[in-house]
């Protein structure tokens, strides 16, 4: 950044996005002049602002009409791995027979 004032090129002294914003804070080492630039949204005031939507979103949704739930009252059933190991080895022994 250059020194509004001089023309000097100066020096970044700090760097803060406390306020949502990113903000580089400048010092002009040759007339003392200090500036700051804004350096735009910082990205977890984006985030933040992000879920803020999704939650204001779905709090305006009707909720008489709720999304649809499948409940599974009988879930799948996986094969455990002793039975299907012996599975395995009851085709390689047929095999072998
Ligand atoms: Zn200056």
């Known amino acids: 950044m250059i020194c509004t004032k001089c023309g000097s090129l ?3 002294t700090d760097k803060n996005s406390f ?3 990113v903000i580089r804070e400048y010092l002009c080492r040759k007339c003392g ?4 630039e804004d350096d735009g949204v910082a ?4 985030l933040h602002d992000a879920r803020e939507q999704d939650e204001a ?8 009409n709720p999304p649809p739930t499948q ?5 799948p059933v ?11 080895t009851g085709v390689f022994r047929n095999r072998t027979d």
């Not at 990205?43 to 984006?46: A, D, G, R």
């Not at 979103?57 to 008489?64: Q, V």
């Not at 996986?78 to 395995?88: E, V």
């Open 10 to 12: 100066m020096d970044q």
């Open 19 to 21: 306020s949502g914003r």
């Open 33 to 36: 002049h200090t500036d700051c």
């Open 43 to 46: 990205l977890w005031q984006v």
């Open 57 to 64: 979103e779905s709090a305006a949704r009707p909720a008489t």
């Open 71 to 75: 409940h599974q009252a009988h879930p």
């Open 78 to 88: 996986q094969p455990s791995p002793r039975s299907l190991w012996q599975r395995l």
